[in-house]
């Protein structure tokens, strides 16, 4: 209920994980402004708009835009919701299964880290 009351999901962290909330708001038909550093280049795609966090200006002018451009803000809010759909836990379970399977056919047990 929380996103679909945005008009905007904004969302300017330097340090960030995964990004959850980020997918979260594109799954439910917000469009995204966010930071261009950490995982949102990845998560979010062409699916938003990508805004240094160091530049307030740039972040404020962001937000603006896709207020302000109808046409922007449908098309962000259209890609954001396929891209969303890409990030569901069967998928990660899937990748995961995958992985384990690799490993051990291969016999390898070292760690990546």
Do not use: H
């Amino acid at each position: 209920m929380l996103y679909r009351a945005a008009d905007v999901f904004v969302t300017t962290s330097r340090l960030e994980g995964f990004g959850l909330p980020t997918a979260e708001a594109m799954a439910s038909g917000i469009p995204i402004v966010c930071s261009d550093t950490t995982a949102f280049p990845e998560v979010v795609g062409d699916a938003g708009l990508l805004v240094s966090p160091d530049d307030p200006e740039a972040v404020a002018a962001a937000v603006l835009r896709m207020r302000d451009d109808p046409a922007l803000r449908e098309s962000f809010i259209e890609k954001g919701v396929q891209r969303a759909a890409l990030y569901t836990w069967e998928n990660a379970a899937a990748k995961l299964a995958d992985l384990y399977a690799e490993i051990a056919s291969t016999g390898d047990t070292r760690s990546s880290r």
